[in-house]
């Protein structure tokens, strides 16, 4: 081959090459075409120039050593008469008609080409531009550390155990986060997974262990388990723990990496959370109360179950509006459907007793609350309520005022009865009272005369029992109100009205009033002292002078009490205690015994909210007992 | 003593009428009587000869329970012909009800001057003439 077309070869070859002298400025005396388009330049920029001159280090960066390692290379070349590979420089070339710099790697050899003499005169000097590779070497280191650096920064964030489990060796590796979660020092001595299982629950370690292995031996590539993990200081904690199995080709699973979350916090509030839920539902269960919503916007109805156990359907009946109303009994249910359109329109809320039919046919009555809830735009958005099975209060209430009304009408038909007795009946005995105080005696004959006689006793009867009762039912019906009296005053007075009967039966009386007044119907205490002092005197053992000891006092209840005590005959309680204050019921074979006295004074106390009490022994005498209730 | 010149009786029970009657003419109180069975047919008859002085009476003995027209509906619309009437006519109510309510629903009306329990006796007759005539 001739020069010129070595040359021309020399120009053509595909990798760039360059030819310096070996003299101390290593001038440039020839570059081929490919090193020309690699570094941008062209032959006029480099020919008799030094190529450090040519190629100077990148002045905006200060620790550039591409030129000098150049250098040291040529130098070497030269020194040891052989070839030298560089490492891989990074060498920045100018950009044509600028200032700037290009970053570019470069993996340089420098070769030597000898004299006649054997001394090295020329150095050929090739690179390889590994620009393209090395970036993007670079840029996959820095994404690594930066993906590394994040990883590590959000397992800080979260409070993450991260570990790292390498199945074959059993060799476990942690973040330094299971110090501060779980109060273990990150010390080799917690390498391994045995060290791990040991401290699970006794409670969750058979469970969580069998979990893991029924995952590892799956095809499944993500496990994950909930359970209380021991921590340094003793105490359980609630750990939620998540892994990603790695496989190889045959799916045999070759390394475990995942990460440990202190849900102990969540955990205790969820527990919390159940179990007031627990008591809700079975506060709502026992008290027949559950809850409703509506959700207009969606057209999602919720019930609690409560409301279905009153409805009597299944949990899982689809609730349906028209259906749900079509259980309730009119007029009840166009009530519902009125106070459900007025919330609508007006926001009003509802609160109705309704009867229902249940699923299972049963009438029971219920109790539906509900009202309207509003967004911040003002619009109805929702309907909510409770609903309450008020079967067996409404019953009672319905059974109470029925007999309510029963016994109003008893009332009524008894204020019925006295009108007819005060009316009618008085009416025809004062009739016959008044014929047969027509019948002209004298023109009767002896028989008819004895006959008529007896007719005007049962007349004279006839009437004194009708004055009696209406007495009796004045007492009860009428209202009499209590005034402030004094018992000697009282006393004093009935005692002049009856003088006569005392004095007849040269009675000996003697008051001691040391409660001297009470409050109480004026007409009430003189009946009743009147009725206690004559009794005592009409009821006095043949042949002796009656005593009777009138006295008062305060009982320890603070009522007034007002004794009278007789040396009469007595009466035998045991034969007539319960019907000795009773109307018409008479103990002692006397003419002017009524049985109606005692029975008016019983009444007449107890209208008062009073009572009268009576002690009493055969031939030795009675103790009449009047105990007055003020209070009222 | 003197007598009362015409006595009225309103009330609905005949044997009542039977005996009032003969107590009347017993009592020797009343020149004349008058009867009527309830108060609508005394009321008529007070409508009718309200300005009929000398036919109206001087006394009137009233029944509370009759059909029609009772004691109480009767008082009613003879106080409203009352002014009319130029005459002082004394009202007793004499009835079989000793009921309280009755009794002082009887003080309350100003037109009756008392209220007598039956059965009324001769000498309550008597006791009501000399009260009215002396």
Sequence with gaps: MTCTELEAVFSALPSPYLIVKADNDYTIVASNNAYYSATGTGSENLLGKSLFKAFPDNPDEQDATGAENLRNSFKTVIATKSKHEMVVQKYDIPIRNTDAFEVRYWLPVNAPVFDKEGNVEFIIHTVQDVSAKIISEEKARRDIKSSNDRYAAVAKATNDVTWDWDIFSGLLLWNNAIEPVLGYPNTPNIETIDWWVSNLHPDDADRVHDGLEATLNSTEDKWSDEYRYRCADGQYKYIFDRGYIIRDEHGTPIKMIGSMLDIHFRRLLEEKLASSEFLLQEAGRLGKLGGWELDLVNNVHTWSKTVFDIYELPYDWQIDDVKSLSFFVEPYRQMLIDAVTKTYKTGEKWDLELLMVTAKNNTIWVRSRGEGVYNSHNELIKLRGVFMDIDQYKSNEVALNKSVEVMAQNNQQLKNFTYILAHNIRNHASNIAIITSLIDDATLDENNLELFDKIRTVSNGLNDTLDDLSEAIKIQTNVISAEDLNFYDVTKRVLNIIQSDIENSNAKINLKFDAENVKFPKIYLESVIMNLVTNAIKYKKPGNEPHINLCSYLDGNSNTILECRDNGMGIDLKLHGKKIFGLYKTFHDRKDAHGVGLYLNKIQMESQGGAILVDSTPEVGSIFKIIFNEKD | ?134
């Design chain 2, 1 to 134: 003593m003197k007598k009362i010149n015409t006595l009225c009786v309103i009330d609905d029970d005949a044997i009542y009428t039977f005996t009032i009657k003969r107590i009347i003419a017993k009592a020797e109180v009343a020149e004349n009587t008058m009867f009527f069975h309830n108060g609508k047919v005394a009321l008529d008859f007070f409508v009718e000869n309200v300005s009929l002085t000398d036919s109206l009476p001087d006394l009137i003995l009233l029944d509370i329970n009759m059909p029609v027209l009772d004691g109480w509906q009767f008082m009613d619309q003879f106080i409203n012909i009352l002014p009319q009437i130029q005459k002082q006519i004394a009202i007793y109510i004499v009835s079989s009800s000793n009921d309280p309510e009755d009794i002082n629903k009887a003080r309350a009306i100003a037109e009756i001057t008392d209220f007598v329990v039956k059965p009324i006796t001769v000498q309550t007759l008597q006791d009501i003439t000399y009260q009215l005539c002396g």
